[in-house]
């Protein structure tokens, strides 16, 4: 059986799996977030109500939420989030770094190896063993990013992640490449020349909804 520490380890990884807060959930399920936290806190199990109510949320049988019957399942749920957060760490550390080439290992030991090693975040992110709460604080720290955004990607930041913007780059990096070889003039040349491309295709997109 899970101890309430578990418990609430368990919930927040299947909640970042589904892209969903914490606050939101408990909104959802019609539960205090000082209750989830006490869980935690206080290492203690809730009733049998409120472990219904959760199990149900999360399209997960009580007995598995409880007694964790089914290993292989909670390795894949649990490495399925995990991942993603570590797709959350490379997306955010490339773009902070301006560096889209650079193997991520190599990148990752550059600017935040100081804080874990990279075959440690490496295997938690596989499922394979466990991090103190205070490492995924201190890179969120170092990225200029909450802790909620790292663990769930749906909290505020303390910069804009364009996302978009992010796979452009890597989809065209040699002509970013080539863009930053040039001299001052042509690259000013250059950005005019796109500048003015954006404005007219704005105007044009104006133009069209006028009619």
Not at 17 to 37: E, H
């Amino acid at each position: 059986m899970r101890n309430g520490v578990e418990l609430v380890e368990i919930i927040d990884f299947l909640l970042a799996n589904k892209g969903i807060t914490r606050k939101q959930f408990c909104l959802d399920v019609g539960i205090p977030t000082s209750t989830i936290a006490t869980w935690k806190s206080k290492n203690s199990l809730p009733n049998t109500e409120l472990i219904s109510k959760v199990a149900k949320f999360l399209n997960v049988s009580i007995d598995w939420l409880v007694n964790g019957e089914n290993p292989q399942q909670e390795i894949s749920i649990v490495a399925m989030s995990r991942h993603t957060i570590m797709d959350r760490i490379e997306t955010i550390l490339r773009q902070n770094t301006n560096s889209f080439q650079t193997p991520f290992e190599e990148l990752y030991a550059e600017h935040l190896g100081k804080i874990a090693a990279f075959d440690l975040i490496n295997n938690w992110s596989l499922g394979r063993t466990n991090i103190p709460e205070s490492i995924l604080t201190g890179i969120a720290k170092e990225l200029k990013v909450t802790s909620d955004w790292l663990l769930t990607g749906k909290e505020e930041t303390d910069q804009v992640i364009d996302t978009y913007l992010y796979k452009l780059a890597k989809e065209h990096e040699g002509v970013l490449k080539g863009f930053d070889c040039l001299d001052e003039e042509k690259q000013k040349a250059i950005s005019k020349d796109i500048a003015d491309s954006l404005e007219l295709r704005r105007l044009q997109r104006e133009a069209k909804l006028k009619k």
